[in-house]
């Protein structure tokens, strides 16, 4: 049973990544196409990476019980293109929502700017009557 530990905790992880793309809509509920091309051609690129790195004896295979042993090719786990493809979406969620909070930040402030009332100081009920008298 703790064989899969490891997978289940990867896919169990994607899809809380999935629930807060899809809550604030960042990536995969905003474009899928992108999002998809992505994550797919960035999961390519870094099995690509390992399997160059296995072949020439960089990369190897750790034994561990919370693994499932499963391989996709020596010295190759089937945890690892899970991984990888978690490492993408997450790195394209965190990108993502980085720079969507800066556009808003940066907005916010150019609003402020061209406010009418920009400077202005807001009065309490209490103050503004005794402005007034």
Same mark, same amino acid.
């Given at each position: ?17 999935? *629930? ?12 899928? $196409? +992108?999002?998809? &091309?992505?994550? !797919? @051609? ?33 010295? *190759? ?12 979406? $997450? +790195?394209?969620? &965190?990108?993502? !929502? @980085? ?35």
């Amino acid at each position: 049973m703790t064989g899969v530990v490891y997978l289940a905790a990867l896919l169990a992880s994607i899809g809380a990544m999935a *629930l807060i793309d899809a809550r604030w809509r960042i990536a995969f509920w905003r474009d899928p $196409l +992108s999002a998809g &091309v992505a994550v !797919g @051609v960035g999961t390519a690129m870094l099995l690509v990476w390992d399997l160059v790195g296995i072949g020439f004896g960089v990369f190897f295979r750790g034994e561990s019980i919370w693994a499932t042993g499963l391989l996709l090719a020596p010295e *190759l786990p089937i945890e690892e293109p899970v991984f990888l493809a978690f490492l993408c979406y $997450l +790195s394209l969620i &965190v990108v993502l !929502g @980085v720079e969507r909070l800066l556009a808003a930040r940066r907005s916010s402030r150019r609003s402020d700017r061209t406010s009418p009332t920009a400077g202005t100081v807001e009065l309490g009920a209490d103050a503004a009557r005794e402005a007034r008298t």
